[in-house]
């Protein structure tokens, strides 16, 4: 069964709205959680490093204060996209992995994703 | 930095056959896994394989093989006996250095059986 539940699925709204998007892990403790972001075939890119605890660490390119991350405990990270516009449409997707002490076999497990439609 | 590179966009294949996806990455890490995932349509990510690189065999699981040739820096997928419901988007992924967790992706292969 999934690991990582991600919710909403699907969203369509308004330019201009805010857009929470939520990421759990459903049987394991996460410290660290990943956002992906992806457009229509192509590859996953990240977008950042969610910290439980602490503030998130972006890669370089990605607004923070478009993008806001809270990982505010062991199991959720969100993600809001803030003030959303047509160009902020986009599949993001976040993962979370069971260990994270040196190189793993464990996989990074994925969320559904959440398809985010501005109009 | 790490990179990973898949030069297939697209690949057929026939069912019942086997079919290889190709991926070479480069890295300074001496310590790093490599993954493969298969994204369907739908968009779930699923892990298929992992490969460590101090791992001596090849990983297998079940139809799927990944072909490890450290040298060469190479960890290409093999898929035998293809169904049709591995028609998707299958993407190589590794992990390493101090980016423990953090996914580095090549572009992705468009896999198509055809019956």
């Known amino acids: 069964g999934a690991v990582v539940s991600q919710h909403p699925s699907r969203v369509i709204c308004k330019s201009g709205t805010s857009v929470k998007i939520e990421c759990r892990s459903l049987?394991?403790?996460?410290?660290?959680m990943f956002w992906y972001r992806q457009f229509p075939k192509q590859s996953l890119m990240l977008m950042a490093t969610s910290n439980e605890g602490s503030k998130a660490t972006y890669e370089q390119g990605v607004e923070k204060d478009k993008f806001l991350i809270n990982h505010a405990s062991l199991t959720l990270s969100t993600l809001t996209v803030t003030s959303a516009h047509p160009e902020d449409s986009s599949f993001y997707i976040c993962s979370a992995s069971k260990r994270l002490v040196g190189i793993s076999n464990q996989p990074q497990h994925f969320g559904d994703g959440t398809r985010l439609s501005i109009l | 930095a790490q990179k990973i590179t898949q030069t297939q966009p697209g690949m057929f294949v026939q069912e019942k056959e086997a079919v290889t996806l190709d991926c070479t990455y480069d890295t300074s890490d001496p310590s790093y896994g490599l993954f493969w995932y298969k994204q369907p349509s739908s968009g779930e990510m699923i892990f298929l394989i992992y490969q460590g690189s101090y791992d001596q065999q090849n990983a297998t699981e079940g139809r799927y093989s990944l072909n490890f040739q450290k040298a060469r820096k190479s960890a290409n997928l093999v898929i035998s006996a293809s169904q049709l419901g591995d028609s998707a988007m299958y993407f190589c992924a590794m992990t390493g250095g101090t980016s423990y967790g953090k996914l580095t992706f090549g572009q992705g292969t468009i896999l198509t059986v055809h019956p």
């Open positions: 049987d394991f403790q996460a410290t660290t």
